[in-house]
Nanobody
Framework: QVQLVESGGALVQPGGSLRLSCAAS????????MGWYRQAPGKRRDLVAA???????NYADSVKGRFTISRDNAKNTLYLQMNSLKPEDTAVYYC?????????WGQGAQVTVSS
């Protein structure tokens, strides 16, 4: 069974930076495009960034130019570097396959942007 474990969430001031990590077990990681999703309170979970197993990336307009997704296939780990954070980036961040999630969701990483 595939397990996804997100880490790196924190409270950060507007304009700050964070780096999230997602450790994936099983064979899912190297076979799929992977993505970062986020869900703010009372809102649906949305895909914000994705990366193919060959390294091609795609971003939602709301994070383009501020977030960078990357992956280390040897370590089965997905990353999200978040810069110039805004209060509206506050959410629980999850990783999964993209654009369709096929694995069970992890516990997510809480990111709170507030002064």
């Amino acid at each position: 069974q595939v397990q996804l474990v997100e880490s790196g969430g924190a409270l950060v001031q507007p304009g700050g930076s964070l780096r999230l990590s997602c450790a994936a077990s099983g064979r899912i990681f190297s076979s799929y495009t992977m993505g970062w999703y986020r869900q703010a309170p009372g809102k649906r979970r949305d895909l914000v960034a994705a990366i193919t197993n060959g390294g091609v990336t795609n971003y939602a307009d709301s994070v383009k130019g501020r977030f960078t997704i990357s992956r280390d296939n040897a370590k089965n780990t997905l990353y999200l570097q978040m810069n110039s954070l805004k209060p509206e980036d506050t959410a629980v961040y999850y990783c999964n396959t993209a654009p369709t999630s096929v694995a069970s969701w992890g516990q997510g990483a809480q990111v709170t942007v507030s002064s």
